[in-house]
Nanobody
Framework: VKLVESGGRLVQPGGSLNLSCVASGRIVETQAMAWFRQPPGKEREFVATINWSGTNAYYSKSVKGRFSISSDRAENTVCLHMNSLGLADSAIYFC?????????????????WGQGTQVTVSS
C-alpha cells in the first residue's frame, strides 16, 4: 500500500487548511486510516483516525472540535480538514493505514505510512 499526502503549506494563525492522502495498491488489506503529526523536535503524535466507510472517527483531544477527518473509499482518499490553526499545529503531517479496525492511537497499529506533508502556522 502506498500513501501520498498533499496540501501542506504555510498558513496564518486562525486559518484553515485541508490535507489529502491518496492510497494505492492493496487497499483491500486496510481497515482504517489515520493522520499523525510530528512537531519540530518532538515525537510523532496521533491526530485522528477513521474507517474507510466513514462511520467511525476519533480525534486527539488537542484537535477535537477543530479538525475533521473524512474518507472516500471510491477515490481511495482520506482528508484532514483543519480549522482554527495555531502555532502548536505546525508539524509534518503523516497519513497512515492500518490492517486493524478500531480507534488506535498508537503508531504501532499502523502498517503503512506516507512521506509526510509540512504544515507551518506562522504570521
Amino acid at each position: 500500500v502506498k500513501l501520498v499526502e498533499s496540501g501542506g503549506r504555510l498558513v496564518q494563525p486562525g486559518g484553515s487548511l485541508n490535507l489529502s492522502c491518496v492510497a494505492s495498491g492493496r487497499i483491500v488489506e486496510t481497515q482504517a486510516m489515520a493522520w499523525f503529526r510530528q512537531p519540530p523536535g518532538k515525537e510523532r503524535e496521533f491526530v485522528a483516525t477513521i474507517n474507510w466507510s466513514g462511520t467511525n472517527a476519533y480525534y486527539s483531544k488537542s484537535v477535537k472540535g477543530r479538525f475533521s477527518i473524512s474518507s472516500d473509499r471510491a477515490e481511495n482518499t482520506v482528508c484532514l480538514h483543519m480549522n482554527s490553526l495555531g502555532l502548536a499545529d505546525s508539524a509534518i503531517y503523516f497519513c497512515a493505514a492500518s490492517r486493524y479496525s478500531g480507534n488506535y492511537q498508537s503508531d504501532f497499529f499502523y502498517d503503512y505510512w506516507g512521506q509526510g506533508t509540512q504544515v507551518t502556522v506562522s504570521s
